[in-house]
């Protein structure tokens, strides 16, 4: 089991880039066991898996979101990090980080001018 703290701005401005950190401990984040995924829900909607890293660094990502994501990590800190750019207010979300079934508790975004 590890623990995941997802740490960012809590406002971002309309065509700006979000960015969130999200620091593991109980565990590296280049272990082969886990996968590092960032996950978000809009208010009134379900959750929507957004992307991963994996232990070697290699990202996949949403296909609706792709255009727009990057996942990074820093192995010296034990992070990850989000970055969305041209955010819009449909950006507006509790962003969560996860690896499996552990999850960090949710930092709420909005996106509004």
């Known amino acids: 089991q590890v623990q995941l703290q997802e740490s960012g701005p809590g406002l971002v401005k309309p065509s700006q880039t979000l960015s969130l950190t999200c620091t593991v401990s109980g565990g590296s984040i280049t272990t082969s066991y886990y996968a590092w995924s960032w996950i978000r829900q809009p208010p009134g909607k379900g959750r929507e898996w957004m992307g991963v890293?994996?232990?070697?660094?290699?990202?996949y990502y949403s296909p609706s979101l792709k255009s727009r994501t990057s996942i990074s990590r820093d192995t010296s800190k034990n992070q990850f990090s989000l970055q969305l750019s041209s955010v819009t207010p449909e950006d507006t979300a509790v962003y969560y980080c996860?690896?499996?079934?552990?999850w960090g508790q949710g930092t709420q975004v909005t996106v509004s001018s």
């Open positions: 996860a690896a499996g079934a552990d």
């Open positions: 890293i994996a232990y070697d660094g290699s990202t």
